[in-house]
């Protein structure tokens, strides 16, 4: 196994994603990935596993780079899309994960989980937007994109192997419709794409982009303000609301999975006002970096109010 991960080291390969990582002897993955990255340096290795117990094992002893946040966040996620969590149960989440958040992936699609916009996930991709920006900004490690989740691939039909189970197969032959609506013909242009696929990718395009190169994102630190404006009365369960912070970039992001309009009031914590050098005597506004166009002012007690409307996230700068 060692001879045939170093075969394909050597033929750069980015890395590897380990199927049921927790099932072979963590000795064997202390033994080999060191072995690996002597050949390449760069490469990562992924692990699929389930047990939180054993990450922090599979993290030290493993050698591995990033581990799937599978059941914890993701499947959190998945159930507030549907109504059936409370946004209340991510903080504990992070706080779980303290020390190794940077080594968790985060995604919202994979080849084992169906489609978002399925009829067995959610129907609806919008629905997963609050869900995208809460995985790309939540921690400094990476988040996944499954192909075609950025034009809303619903994964129908029924294939042969698999049936109708609102996955994409990698066991049959089969075609992704809407992701070919991108390829074009070969065009790569996303000419096929209707006004509305063309209005998603651009949300994935600008969510990736700022997640990747903002510094309160990539190396700031994460402070929750969910179970603190719940404990206020504030907000409802079905609002999650975070700082990030390095240096002048201030941001509080918030995200709603309600299905109906709402005005919810949100108050920085003492730790995050300690946290963001905010002063007394001076006015702060934020501005969504979310294309929304809203500003939002804080008053004198770190305090702002906005509407929140249904499956949108806020993504506000404190200047």
């Known amino acids: 196994m060692k001879d045939i991960l170093v075969y394909w080291a050597n033929k750069n390969v980015d890395g590897f994603r380990c199927d049921m990582t ?72 992070q706080k779980s994960l303290e020390g190794i958040n940077h080594n968790m992936l985060h995604f919202l699609e994979n080849h084992d989980e169906q489609r978002i916009a399925s009829p067995q996930f959610s129907g609806d991709y919008w629905k997963a937007a609050p869900a995208m920006v809460i995985s790309a900004t939540i921690d400094k490690g990476p988040v996944m994109i499954y192909f075609g989740q950025e034009v809303g691939e619903p994964g129908v039909g029924k294939e042969g192997f698999n049936g109708e189970d609102g996955r994409t197969t990698i066991f049959d032959y089969w075609g992704v419709p ?96 300690k946290a963001f050098g905010l002063k007394a005597e001076q006015d702060y506004l934020g501005r969504d970096l979310l294309r929304s166009g809203t500003d939002i002012g804080l008053d004198k007690s770190w305090t702002f109010e906005v509407d929140l409307m249904p499956y949108l996230s806020y993504i506000f700068k404190i200047k």
């Open 22 to 93: 927790e099932m072979v002897p963590v000795e064997f993955w202390h033994w080999a990935i060191p072995q690996v990255k002597a050949v390449n340096p760069e490469i990562i290795f992924i692990a699929e596993i389930y047990n939180p117990s054993q990450y922090r094992n599979y993290i030290e002893t493993g050698k591995f780079d990033f581990l799937y946040d599978k059941v914890q966040l993701y499947d959190t996620l998945r159930l507030l899309i549907n109504n059936q969590s409370s946004t209340a149960l991510i903080p504990g989440i």
């Open 178 to 273: 809407q992701h070919q609506k991108w390829v074009n013909g070969g065009k790569y242009d996303g000419g096929a794409l209707s006004d509305d696929q063309k209005a998603l990718r651009l949300f994935y395009s600008d969510i990736l982009k700022f997640a990747s190169t903002n510094k309160a994102i990539t190396d700031g630190a994460y402070y929750d303000l969910t179970l603190f404006n719940l404990e206020q009365g504030n907000i409802p369960d079905k609002a999650h609301v975070f700082a990030r912070v390095m240096g002048e970039e201030r941001l509080v992001i918030l995200s709603g999975f309600n299905e109906k309009p709402l005005r919810v009031k949100i108050k920085l914590s003492d730790e995050v006002v």
